[in-house]
């Protein structure tokens, strides 16, 4: 079960910090991924973090946003700093075990978290 937090409203140029904690000892085997949807737009990957915290991001969010990972605490981070309007969406955590080629696709994940909002003004 995964349990996402820290949506909000920031200004343009602000930060947010969600969170994505999860439930059961193997966590720590599964790849965990950030997705937003805004109204009306397909769901799209953001980041993700391996078993072995390897990093993906999208283009999009490069340099500005950072996912990090505590395996002992089950939790995943998505840091977002110098936020834009074209970054306000519904944020989705999920977790699964796809192979480093689907890693930015949401259908290779099996466990989604319900969405945390993200609003940014201008």
């Known amino acids: 079960q995964l349990q996402a937090s820290g949506g909000g409203l920031v200004q343009a140029g602000g930060s947010l910090r969600l969170s994505c904690a999860a439930s059961?000892?193997?966590?720590?085997?599964?790849?965990v991924g950030w997705f937003r949807q805004a109204p009306g737009k397909e769901r799209e990957f953001v980041a993700a973090?391996?078993?072995?915290?390897?990093?993906y991001y999208a283009d999009s969010v490069k340099g500005r946003f950072t996912i990090s990972r505590d395996n002992a605490k089950n939790t995943v981070t998505l840091q977002m700093n110098s936020l834009k309007p074209e970054d306000t969406a519904a944020y989705y955590c999920?977790?699964?075990?796809?192979?480093?080629?689907?890693?930015?696709?949401?259908?290779?994940?099996?466990?989604w978290g319900q969405g945390t909002q993200v609003t940014v003004s201008s």
């Open positions: 999920a977790a699964g075990t796809p192979i480093i080629g689907t890693i930015r696709r949401a259908g290779a994940y099996n466990y």
């Open positions: 059961g000892r193997t966590f720590r085997n599964y790849k």
């Open positions: 973090v391996g078993g072995n915290s390897g990093l």
